[in-house]
């Protein structure tokens, strides 16, 4: 489409948002985006309809409808009714849970989606103010609902809003839902389809007697309970990045026992800007920073911190020099799923029908660990609503002990279905506690599960290409690697080949084909090479990005050879870069 079109097309799609339909304030911002000689800010507001993906919606927040506003989240909400009316048509009440994140116009959101659920006939359980991702998951199972949103955009800058929708089970939707649930919300096509004049008697707000449900009921995985009277006043600090943790986390760890929580408040300050980080995301050290500085402080043991909607976990810890390093969210599972089934298996837990679960660019050495203590292991797609599908197929048949992905997400229980900062802080904090028991710190527990299992090292590589130029870079680039596999990886011969899209995957040892088992395909590819490197490599769906994860082992003989094990590895995964051309 060429420019003059495209801007004729966009001019079109504004003015109609001119109408009475649309409140005055969004009129008025329309018109200034219209009258603005730069055409700039209008083509990015209007050239095309943010998409309600199987995910939900996210996006930056403005009026158009490739924005994140009252309108793109009512059709959002009215799609969802609609769908939710057919599905559970025989039901004599259908009822969802609406909650929140800190980030600005999220309340506005809320408020707008319960009163359009209400304008349909749906019970609605509206929280009374912030609360974390997974206690809405909880709350949608505790209650018998049938689905369940949150306002949130996860880790995203603060320009950014979010919508995530879930099924009955407390997990996000799959398969046939999300599809049949992104047919109905494409059919609303005005703001004259919504529904936004609810029913206040069909929206019941709750909040704190569900808060101590869940922790009580968060309290019941505990496994080390005896430790942590030992080691109660075991220094924590504690950073909810301005996020929905800011209460309920630690009031979780004193639950558990843990009577030193330390704040860092100037990041307990609930705020949509994010004040005092760049990207309010715990994978990154800059979010971080303001809790070690506090731990250096008050020597502290570990510092434990949660994203803005309390769904991921980041952790850092003292190393032998006393310096003070963050954990990876491989680091993270790995420390979790060790942990979890030792002290399943130590108090005599461990019948023959439990399992783990992890996403298949999750390091592999939780899947020996798995293996040597007879813990089934299944291995699914990046997203968490994988891993709740999992639970959903083995409930009441098999035992779940936990599952996680290298992107800092975590589940150490079954009652919620969805990645939960609140519960892998409070599991942590107990490994820490427990190490400290045995005389070490959670660090050197690390060092003893490399030495136990084999060392590890996992790099994530993201290669951005902005524009329709980069996508069309990035698809030439996952074309090649498919159609032209690699044979050798770092001077390792490639063992097998993996692609997710077509469901397909060779052996170059028996030089032949063979199918894989997944629930439906994925845009990822998969070598696994003859010294056990893995190299993952898959397009963003939400960034214009291709990932590259690489995962390198090594045997060692005593934890002193772990320095010298990353440094080799860290030189052949500059060697994988150059196997890959990047």
């Keep these: 489409m060429e420019n003059a079109e495209l801007l004729d097309v966009v001019r079109k799609k504004a003015q109609a948002w001119l109408g009475n339909e649309y409140n005055k304030e969004t009129r008025e911002q329309v018109q200034v985006l219209l009258d603005n000689e730069d055409p700039t800010d209008l083509i990015e507001a209007f050239y095309k309809d943010l998409e309600f993906g199987t995910g939900g919606l996210r996006g930056i927040m403005g009026v158009g409808t490739n924005r994140m506003n009252i309108y793109t989240v009512g059709a959002a909400t009215q799609g969802l009714s609609n769908y939710l009316r057919k599905e559970f048509s025989g039901l004599e009440q259908i009822k969802v849970v609406i909650g929140h994140d800190c980030r600005n116009n999220s ?22 103010n912030l609360r974390p991702t997974p206690e809405i998951s909880y709350t949608i199972r505790k209650l018998g609902c049938q689905s369940g949103i949150i306002l949130t955009a996860s880790h995203n800058p603060k320009e ?5 929708a879930y099924w009955d089970d407390g997990a996000q939707m799959i398969a046939p839902h999300d599809k049949n649930t992104i047919a109905e919300v494409n059919k609303i096509r005005t703001a004259s389809d919504i529904k936004f004049k609810g029913k206040k008697e069909l929206i019941e707000v709750v909040g704190k007697e569900i808060d101590k449900q869940y922790i009580s009921d968060l309290t019941t995985i505990s496994l080390s309970s005896d430790v942590i009277k030992r080691h109660h006043d ?13 209460q309920i ?13 330390i704040h860092v408040p100037e990041q307990d300050v609930v705020s949509g800007d994010f004040p005092t980080v760049i990207s309010p995301n715990p994978e990154e050290p800059a979010a971080l920073a303001m809790a070690v500085e506090k731990a250096k402080e008050t020597d502290a043991e570990l510092v434990l911190a949660s994203d803005p909607d309390a769904d991921r976990v980041g952790a850092a810890v003292k190393n032998e020099a006393g310096e003070w390093v963050l954990v990876n969210g491989n680091q993270t599972a790995l420390l979790l799923v060790y942990y979890l089934i030792t002290r399943w298996k130590e108090l005599g837990r461990l019948q023959g029908n439990e399992y783990i679960v992890k996403t298949i660019v999750t390091t592999e050495t939780i899947h020996t660990i798995a293996e040597r203590n007879d813990v089934e292991m299944y291995d699914v797609y990046t997203g968490f609503k994988w891993i709740a599908d999992i639970m959903r197929k083995n409930e009441g048949k098999k035992t779940y002990i936990g599952g996680g992905e290298e992107s800092y997400g975590f589940l150490c229980e079954d009652f919620v279905r969805d990645k939960d900062a609140v519960s892998a802080c409070c599991i942590l904090a107990e490994a820490a506690a427990w190490a400290k028991d045995q005389g070490i710190t959670l660090y050197q527990l690390l060092q003893k599960v490399y030495l136990e299992y084999g060392y590890s090292k996992e790099v994530n590589i993201s290669v951005v290409k902005k524009g329709k130029s980069g996508a069309e870079e990035i698809e030439a680039m996952m074309k090649n690697y ?58 963003s769906g939400t960034e214009p990005k291709i990932k590259f994860y690489f995962e390198v082992h090594a045997d060692i003989d005593s934890i002193e050879d772990i320095m010298q094990a990353e440094q080799v590895a860290l030189e052949k995964i500059e060697l994988i870069k150059t196997s890959l051309g990047i």
Aim: a neutral charge; zero cysteines; proline letters at 5%.
């Design 482 to 539: 498919r159609e032209n596999p690699l044979t050798e990886i770092a001077g390792s011969k490639v063992t097998i080949f993996y692609d997710y899209a077509s469901l397909k995957g060779y052996s170059f040892t028996d030089k032949e084909e063979f199918s894989i088992n997944m629930p439906t395909t994925s845009n990822v590819l998969q070598y696994f090479t003859e010294d056990r490197t893995k190299v993952s490599v898959r397009p």
């Design 234 to 246: 075991m220094k924590i600090v504690y950073t909810p990045i301005h996020g929905t943790g800011v």
């Design 160 to 164: 950014y809003n979010g919508y995530k």
């Design 107 to 128: 309340r506005l959101f809320a408020e707008i989606s319960a009163d359009i659920f209400s304008a349909n006939g749906i019970k609605v359980y509206l929280f009374e």
């Design 249 to 261: 986390i630690p009031d979780a760890l004193k639950a558990y026992g843990f009577t030193n929580i």
